[in-house]
T-cell receptor
Framework: ETGVTQSPTHLIKTRGQQVTLRCSSQ?????VSWYQQALGQGPQFIFQ???????GRGNFPPRFSGLQFPNYSSELNVNALELDDSALYLC??????????FGNGTRLTVT | QQQVKQSPQSLIVQKGGISIINCAYE??????FPWYQQFPGKGPALLIA?????SEKKEGRFTISFNKSAKQFSLHIMDSQPGDSATYFC?????????????FGAGTRLAVHP
């Protein structure tokens, strides 16, 4: 059973650019969530996808968007990057109403 | 009302001692309270979780104590080991809604000295 895998592991972007982060869910999991973890803080919920539809969103602006594919993998897209977007982006997969299993994240640095 | 407050921010314990981390919540609709362990460069890993219908859950050296009336829960690590040195996060969510949005505490950095 493979766990949640995320790519890339590290990324450096310039303010104003766009970025796409990728996540492969754990085998059998049909729900994917994305979290942002700033340095020294707890993860904050961005959104959740179930059956390719967004079914919940945290307090993040529309320039944060996502997709879920038929194989349950997912993408997080961030447009018009700001310096404060520098963080560890975590993907978690699960079955509905079940515990979340996190990947090791993508470290995004915006300069 | 959506916050989960965690304390202490950091904790130093001697090997073999008991580590205790506390969390408090406001939203009485929360029905799932997990603890996650995170090592540097890794994602959070589920350690142990509790539902509000029980007051305590134990798995090996890890115990969650839950006080529904006080809206507080805590993690106890018995016989703490240097390998337990990590950041611990409490969290809460409304799992029964089919939509597991975790609200995390700010984290506790635990150092276990040999």
């Amino acid at each position: 059973e493979t766990g949640v895998t995320q790519s890339p592991t590290h990324l450096i972007k310039t303010r104003g650019q766009q970025v796409t982060l990728r996540c492969s869910s754990q085998s059998g999991h049909n729900t994917v969530s994305w979290y942002q973890q700033a340095l020294g803080q707890g993860p904050q919920f961005i959104f959740q996808y179930y059956r390719e539809e967004e079914n919940g969103r945290g307090n993040f602006p529309p320039r944060f968007s996502g997709l879920q594919f038929p194989n349950y993998s997912s993408e997080l897209n961030v447009n018009a990057l700001e310096l404060d977007d520098s963080a560890l982006y975590l993907c978690a997969s699960s079955l509905p109403s079940s515990p979340l299993h996190f990947g090791n994240g993508t470290r995004l640095t915006v300069t | 009302q959506q916050q989960v407050k965690q304390s202490p921010q950091s904790l130093i314990v001697q090997k073999g001692g008991i580590s205790i981390i506390n969390c408090a919540y406001e939203n009485t609709a929360f029905d799932y309270f997990p603890w996650y362990q995170q090592f540097p460069g890794k994602g959070p890993a589920l350690l142990i979780a509790i539902r509000p219908d029980v007051s305590e859950k134990k798995e090996g050296r890890f115990t969650i104590s839950f006080n529904k009336s006080a809206k507080q829960f805590s993690l106890h690590i018995m016989d703490s080991q240097p390998g337990d040195s990590a950041t611990y996060f409490c969290a809460a969510s409304m799992l029964s809604g089919g939509y597991n949005k975790l609200i995390f505490g700010a984290g506790t950095r635990l150092a276990v000295h040999p």
